[in-house]
């Protein structure tokens, strides 16, 4: 028999745009199946609960794993009524203080039942099972502490899993003090400048635009000049100016988007969708909500948070443009903003994530996790009509149809694939990317040097004389003979050469 939350979506009808993880049931034995990241729990009979919305209920709060978006749609499906009769039958009981609690915050109705007056406060959540707010509220009607990390306007949920905890593990500033003892803090920090270069143009690589070379420089400048500095990033000034800079002061449409969205691909026959972000009339809220999220966590885990902030930034897509750039920016701001790195210093993630197939292909899948089942939930729910142009600007054909329904999906994402994401490109970019990073300054510091000692010159004419060598396989070409005719001397041409490469192969 089938007991728990997947009980009620079977009893209810409740159409979900992320599937429960969790299905249980009664059976003989304790046993427990994975596959696909999908949870089957069998139950012995002891375990039984009654037939009914609170049995059921109480029996996932128990055994099974918090799922806002499907409390939002159950609550809206069943009503008041029986939350109301289970907290008058268990006045006391804390799954139904819980449940009650859970049905006003999430549905901002009051139920007809008195307050609360007896018993030890409880957490709404596990703090050891998921990403909770540094100090909870206290509840005083349902002597609940209220631990979310977010509002009911937007609330994510990670899930403390193995591998999330284990990849948390990374100690940044020691793997940062590290990379100091190895190659030194004057290398690192001249490393800085070539990181917020390449860590931009990766981020356009990403978005297919890489020979975007103004644009390149200006999101350089952005990062460089706000990472860190900016007064209150999510709001919707911080957010125009960021958007500005990194689009330029021209650009169409800048502030939040007034206009439908969507995130796909053209063809030759029709555009396909990806994804579809939520209706421009819910994006204050939804911001409000993420604001609430990042005051709330502050002083928790920073990769997280930049986990969190960032995928959440962009699966609420609040700008016409640029919501990629400013998700990858709020990765960095995040980490400056929480001390887990110092100011000044840059983690290329746009790099790392560019920098093999299985990084990139994992990003998207990582995406996929919520966008995915998301589309799949509304495959019917979308159409292209007849062109219209928006307040912004914006010249659309797009037509959805269930807003109301898709906001449970949109206000309480799943973001634990995104954490785990984040934390082993945090972890690969300090490790690999920063030390061949530094370690290629190193080497040219000591080919420019070495070259120097055959032939004066300035640094400009030694970098060049460099890159031109290690391009045409230690060979001097024909046109660094023309701007260099003392190259033609076959003696110096040689010593040159020798000074060069012994510093690459070394």
Known sequence: MQVGFKALVDRYGIALAQPLRIESVISKTRTSHESNGQLKNQYPTSYQPADDFAGHFEFGLKYEEIHLEFFARLFAAVGPEPIEAWCRQAPFGQYARRTGFLFEWLTGQHLDVPDVTNGAYVDAISSQQYLTRVKPLRIRRWRINDNFPGAPEFCPIVRRTEAVQEALQLDLNAALCELNQTFGADTLMRTASWLIFKESRASFLIEKEAD????????????????????????????????????????????LRRSPVFVGQATMREDIVHYIAPHYEMLTELLEGLKVVELATRGAEPIVRAAVLAFAFVYIHPMRDGNGRIHRFLINDTLIRDHAIPDGVILPVSTTITSSTDFRARYDRTLEVFSKPFMQRYATSYRFGNPVVYEDGTRSNLLFDDSDDAQFAWRYPDLTEHVLYTARVIAHTVQTEMADEA??????????????????????????IIRSLKENNWKISGKLKKAYPQLDDTQLAERITEAVQSAFET
């Open 212 to 255: 975007q070379s103004d644009r390149i420089q200006r999101f350089a400048h952005v990062i460089a000049k706000y990472c860190g500095h900016i007064e209150n990033p999510l709001s919707q000034d911080s957010l125009h100016t960021l958007q500005a800079d990194i689009l330029g002061h021209n650009a169409l449409g800048l502030g």
């Open 439 to 464: 370690r290629a300054l190193i080497i040219f510091q000591r080919a420019q040097d070495q070259l120097k000692e055959v032939l004066e010159m300035s640094d400009q004419d030694a970098n060049r």
